[in-house]
Every structure is written in C-alpha cells, then in structure tokens.
C-alpha cells in the first residue's frame, strides 16, 4: 500500500550543499534548522526527509509525524 500526501500536509526546504563529509544525521539536522527558521515551533514535530541528489542543492521534505502515526494505523502491518 502506499499514499500519496497532497503539497497542503507537506513543507519543503532548499537546502544549500552539504560539506562533502557531512553525515546521514548532519544534513537531517540541517534541514531541521532551516525548516524551523521558515516555519518556527511548530516544525519540532515533523519527520524530515532530505533527497539524495548529489549534483545540486537538496530539497528537504516535511510531514507532521501525527499525520504519518495515524496513516499507519490505517494499515495495520499483518492485515490485508
């Protein structure tokens, strides 16, 4: 199964290039900054994403782990 959130439910942030050394975890923070410089408080509760492309500045990706919590009770893991 999978869902697809409209742009309403999700934030983004461009986020400028990475040192080339900077780790998984470094560039979540990253974009945990810049979001919350952009969206405040409210931006402490939301799972963050960053894409992966290498050749350009990365796009982080927001959505209120709330929202996430109650899609997955959705769609139990073992159901059908």
């Not at 869902?3 to 309403?8: D, G, I, K, R």
């Not at 963050?48 to 927001?62: E, I, K, N, Q, Y």
């Amino acid at each position: 199964m999978s869902v697809v959130l409209s742009n309403h439910f999700v934030r983004y942030a461009k986020l400028p290039l990475p040192p080339r050394d900077a780790t998984p975890e470094e560039e979540i923070a990253l974009a945990r900054h810049q979001l919350g410089k952009i969206h405040g408080e409210r931006s402490r509760d939301w799972a963050v994403t960053v894409s992966d492309d290498t050749a350009g500045p990365r796009l982080a990706c927001a959505v209120d782990e709330a929202l996430i919590a109650e899609l997955k009770s959705c769609f139990p893991a073992q159901g059908k």
